[in-house]
């Protein structure tokens, strides 16, 4: 079974800086999909970027981006010139064929404070 | 990416009573999912809503605790029965196609069990 890892339940980050956020998984598929979701204390679940496993480009969305290492099975979010609106959960999220039924697998989310 | 409402947005309950949340989505979705999210905890998915037919429930999950209908493409809904205080948490529910496994968040439903 796909196991999603993050091992820092609390980052801080001074405003404007750059903050990465770790994440592993566990699978035994080639081809998988990658999500970062961030909850603001609003509670919204809002998907910030995604990664296709056969992509060899790392995905950007603007100010974030991924660093997705396949044989190392690491996909770690960079934020950069980090806003105080940044501060949230994020959960890092696996979805393979292994994952039958379109069901993701979330990691145990990594807590983010901004600081002034 | 779909709009998707849930209804009630909270609600505070008393034990042994049952409370219906609803999730709505703006275009048909193939998917929909319901999760139940404790404080400072990941989501747990609760059951895949089906159209048409039964929900399929994760481990732990049943359907005389958590029944769930989905009666068409654009909507479905979780009712939590018989609840007791451990009842408390965020009820989330997702859509998705299926195809690249990107699931969307309706806004969630905080309930307070007492």
């Known amino acids: 079974a796909q196991t999603v890892t993050q091992s820092q339940p609390e980052m801080s980050v001074q405003e404007a800086e750059t903050v990465t956020l770790s994440c592993t998984y566990d699978t035994s598929e080639s081809d998988y999909y990658l999500f970062w979701y961030k909850q603001p204390p609003s509670r919204q679940m809002i998907l910030v970027i995604r990664?296709?496993?056969?992509?060899?480009q790392n995905a950007t969305e603007n100010r974030f981006s991924v660093n997705f290492q396949k044989a190392a099975k690491s996909f770690s979010l960079k934020i950069s010139d980090s806003q105080l609106g940044d501060a949230a959960m994020y959960f890092c999220?696996?979805?393979?064929?292994?994952?039958?039924?379109?069901?993701?697998?979330f990691g145990e989310g990594t807590q983010l404070t901004v600081n002034p | 990416s779909a709009v998707i409402s849930q209804k009630p947005s909270r609600d505070i309950c008393q034990r042994g009573t049952s409370l219906t949340i609803q999730c709505q989505v703006d275009?048909?979705?193939?998917?929909m999912f319901w999760y139940r999210q404790q404080p400072g905890q990941s989501l747990t998915l609760i059951a895949t809503a089906n159209q048409g037919s039964e929900a399929t429930y994760e481990s732990g999950f049943v359907i005389d605790k958590f029944p769930i209908s989905r009666p068409n493409l654009t909507f479905s809904t979780l009712t939590v029965s018989n609840m007791s205080p451990e009842d408390s948490s965020i009820y989330l529910c997702s859509v998705g196609q299926g195809i690249s496994y990107e699931q969307y968040f309706g806004p969630g439903t905080r309930l307070t069990v007492t």
């Open positions: 999220a696996y979805g393979g064929q292994e994952t039958s039924g379109s069901r993701l697998t």
């Open positions: 275009s048909q979705v193939t998917m």
């Open positions: 990664q296709e496993a056969y992509k060899q």
